[in-house]
């Protein structure tokens, strides 16, 4: 199995997650999405910290992957402010259901990967292009 392989492995495996924690099914005839997070986070204060914890190991799941500095500090800010509100009874409640912090942040790392997976290839590709040969500077 290669690089790419284990790649697309681990983020078949984060999107499950956040789908489950924000999107686990919809409500009849609406685009609203409810979660584990949103029926967890019901429960005050233990709830948001319960579910808080599948968002930190999913940003730990990315920072493993490579994902750059800036991806993470907004994955983390979306957590933070996801753990925030939510600890708000009735309108973190809400919150929680529009916002979808996970899948917010599961997008974010997929987007970063691919931005640095493409910057890769055209340095590969440009590189391939380059000749290398060393000048004989004796002649």
Do not use: C, H
Request: hydrophobic share 45%; glycine share 6%.
């Amino acid at each position: 199995m290669n690089i790419e392989q284990n790649i697309d492995l681990e983020l078949a495996r984060l999107r499950k997650v956040a789908w489950r924690m924000d999107a686990l099914f919809y409500i009849p005839r609406t685009n609203i999405s409810v979660g584990l997070d949103n029926i967890v986070g019901l429960v005050p204060v233990v709830g948001d910290a319960l579910t808080a914890l599948p968002s930190l190991w999913l940003i730990n799941e990315a920072r493993k992957l490579g994902a750059s500095p800036g991806t993470l500090a907004y994955m983390t800010l979306n957590t933070l402010l996801d753990f925030f509100v939510g600890t708000v009874p009735v309108i973190g409640d809400i919150f929680d259901v529009i916002y979808n912090a996970n899948i917010r942040n599961y997008r974010s790392l997929e987007r970063n990967l691919n931005k640095k997976a493409a910057r890769a290839k055209t340095v590969r590709t440009a590189s391939k292009s380059v000749d290398w040969e060393q000048p004989n500077l004796l002649a």
